[in-house]
Every structure is written in C-alpha cells, then in structure tokens.
C-alpha cells in the first residue's frame, strides 16, 4: 500500500509544499525545526487542514484531489493520529477506553485484533487501572493501543514522545517500531529530535522553512553534511544495522557485528543473533591519525576519509569515514581537522566513546 503526497499549504506568510511517497510499512521520519511545516503536513494527510491543494492518494483511493474538486473529510480517511498527549477518556479504564475504539472501528476484518493489540503494546497488566493513576510512558502506549483499534490503514505519529524523559522514550520507542512491523502500517512519525528519528525511521523527510530540503533511506540522509539543521545542538548521527554475536556474561560485554566490523558494548539485552540499530552520535567520533596505544576506548574502525566541511560559524568540522559498513560521521573541532591534516582520501582511525541500541525495522 503506498501513500503519495504532492501538497501545497498556504497560511498568511508561511507556505508548504511536500512531494513524497512512502511505500508498505515502513516510517517515514519527519524532521525539522519548530515551525517548518511538519504538523502542518501531517494534519494535510489527516484531512485536518483546511488550506491544502494538490493530491494525496493512498492505496490508489483518492484523498485529496484539488484539481477533480475531491476532498475526503477527516473521519472517512483510515488514518490513525497520535498526539503527543495521550488523550484518554478519564471516566473509564485502560479496558473501557480501548473497548470504545474497538467498538467503532470501521473495518472488523482488519489483521489488528483486540489481543494483538494488548499483546503488541503489553497493555495486560494496564486492562484495569484507572486512567488518571498511569505514568506517561503507559498513557502512551494505552493511547497507540485505542488508535490502532479504530483499525486505521495509516499511523500518524505526531511528536508522541515529547512530553516523556529520556529513560521512558528509549522504552517505548522499540513499540512504535513493533506496530509498524507487526500491523504492516506505513507510519509517518514526526519529531524534531534526530535521535529518535535515527533510532526507528527507515527513510527521512527534512523540512525547513516549508520545504523539504532532503527526503531519502536514513542512513543516506543522516550523511548529508549540507542539511545545517543537523548541526543545532549537535545532533548529527549515523546509523548501522548491527547483529548480537557474542554475550560476556563476567564482563557484562556485548560484541556486536556491523558487516566485517566488530563493536564491543555494555551488555545488551538480546539474543545472539538478534538485529538491532545502532547510532552513533557525531560528536561521540574522535579522530586519530595511527591506531592509538594505551587508550581506554575499545572501539575504533579503520577507515578512510571520504568527505570534510567546515563550519565557518562555528569551531566545529563534519567528517565523513567510510569504515567497510558503512560511513560513520564525525564532529571535530576545525582546529584538530586542520592541525591533524584531515581531508578527503586520507586513512583515519574512527574512534567511537558511546553507541545507543535500538530494537528497529532493517535500514532501508
Ligand atoms: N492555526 C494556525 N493559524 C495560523 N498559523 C499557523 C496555525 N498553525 C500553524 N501555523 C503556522 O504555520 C507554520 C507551520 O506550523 P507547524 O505547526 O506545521 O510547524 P511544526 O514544524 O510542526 O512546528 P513545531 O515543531 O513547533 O510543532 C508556523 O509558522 C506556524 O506558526
């Protein structure tokens, strides 16, 4: 089932304009800063948004077609929307307020079950608790529960993990990730945090301004050392699939393979042979020169130098090391780049201090 969006949104100063496909179930990633559209273009798929023109066509049935004067109304387009509050029925329990979406549900024939769900979003040990009593996190997963049993053909995702601390978002992240997989839903998931993007997207969409100024599979996009936006708070990262080869249960290591590479982390909890996603942070990369001696980091990947810019307003250099898996990216100070003679062709040692680990979808 594909989903393709050709729209225009045109709001006093501020104008959109998207053009983009997502095929199957996998996430489609929105990224941008505050006010670059993204809710704008999520509300335009969701039938929400009054000032949209131009087509959104999904599984060959027509949304929107401003040209044909069609426009499907919000409750007539299976797509399921999900806040970034929970929106829970307070007068009811976890139990009621799935029940209600399951009740309504347009297509009873649909693959998401009842028990799917509850299983999916391990919602049994929630059936029965009051609304008011649960924490953020279980909110969450009780609101992606009643969305998916309204049986939507679309997920939406609009910043659901904002309103969480980072321990309960790395928690709930490997669900949305299950949903998309699970359910075979194509999932649009917007946040403008490029970790959590990098962490369950299997292809990126960057808005600035209104435009989409990159839109590919996330590991091409991350590389792209022209999209600034990446640059603001440090956020730049690479992403890799990863494959659980060994536990030291003494040491309490993990090593994992990334193609020829191998990676040694603090124990994960995975079976060897388990596929993860790993990100590293750019600013997480140091550079050397020659294999380094005595030095407490134990992962470094030889590698080449394929790409270098410097940020003129800032201290900070981009650098990008094909490592045989894949290219890592790296954010040095332009003053080691240019005392060590970085540039383009050279050999480099890729050195990395920290990986986050993600239960995901493969890269695309
Ligand atoms: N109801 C509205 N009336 C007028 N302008 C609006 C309205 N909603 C959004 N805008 C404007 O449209 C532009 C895009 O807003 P949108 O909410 O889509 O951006 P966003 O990328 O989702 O931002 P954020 O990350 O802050 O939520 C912004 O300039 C915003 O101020």
């Given at each position: 089932m594909t989903l393709e969006v050709d729209i225009r949104v045109s709001r006093g100063d501020f104008s959109l304009s998207v053009k983009s496909e997502l095929e199957g179930s996998g996430i489609l990633g929105v990224y941008g800063p505050s006010g670059s559209g993204k809710t704008s273009l999520l509300r335009s798929i969701a039938g929400l948004e009054k000032n949209v023109s131009g087509s959104i066509i999904f599984a060959g049935e027509h949304w929107l077609d401003t040209q044909a004067g069609v426009f499907v109304p919000a409750h007539r387009r299976a797509v399921g929307f999900v806040f970034q509050d929970a929106r829970l029925f307070p007068f009811t329990d976890v139990a009621g307020n799935l029940d209600f979406a399951d009740s309504r549900s347009r297509d009873a024939h649909s693959s998401i079950t009842r028990e799917r769900v509850i299983e999916a979003l391990d919602l049994s040990p929630l059936l029965h608790r009051g609304v008011a009593g649960l924490s953020g996190g279980e909110r969450q997963r009780v609101a992606m529960g009643r969305v998916l049993l309204s049986r939507p053909a679309v997920l939406l995702m609009d910043e659901p993990l904002s309103?969480?601390?980072?321990?309960?978002?790395?928690?709930?992240?490997?669900?949305?990730?299950?949903?998309?997989?699970?359910?075979?839903?194509?999932?649009?998931?917007?946040?403008?945090?490029?970790?959590?993007?990098?962490?369950?997207?299997?292809?990126?969409?960057?808005l600035d301004a209104g435009d989409v100024i990159a839109q590919d599979s996330i590991s091409t996009v991350l590389q792209r050392l022209d999209i600034s936006v990446f640059d603001r708070h440090?956020?730049?990262?690479?992403?890799?699939?990863?494959?659980?080869?060994?536990?030291?249960?003494?040491?309490?290591?993990?090593?994992?393979?990334?193609?020829?590479q191998r990676l040694t982390v603090p124990q994960v909890q995975a079976e060897v042979g388990a596929r993860l996603r790993l990100q590293f942070a750019a600013k997480d990369i140091a550079l050397a020169m020659a294999m380094p001696e005595s030095i407490s980091i134990r992962n470094r990947f030889p590698g080449h130098v394929m790409e270098v810019q410097e940020d003129s307003e800032s201290a900070y250099a981009d650098v990008l090391v094909d490592i045989g898996a894949g290219v890592l990216r790296a954010r040095i100070?332009?003053?080691?780049?240019?005392s060590l003679g970085i540039e383009p062709q050279c050999s480099i040692i890729a050195l990395v201090k920290s990986v986050s680990i993600e239960e995901a979808l493969p890269l695309a």
């Open positions: 309103a969480l601390d980072q321990q309960r978002k790395t928690q709930l992240l490997p669900y949305i990730s299950r949903l998309a997989g699970e359910f075979g839903l194509p999932v649009v998931y917007v946040s403008h945090q490029l970790d959590e993007l990098a962490a369950i997207a299997n292809t990126l969409l960057v440090n956020a730049a990262v690479s992403v890799f699939d990863g494959e659980v080869l060994v536990q030291n249960h003494r040491l309490k290591t993990t090593m994992l393979g990334m193609g020829e100070t332009r003053e080691a780049l240019q």
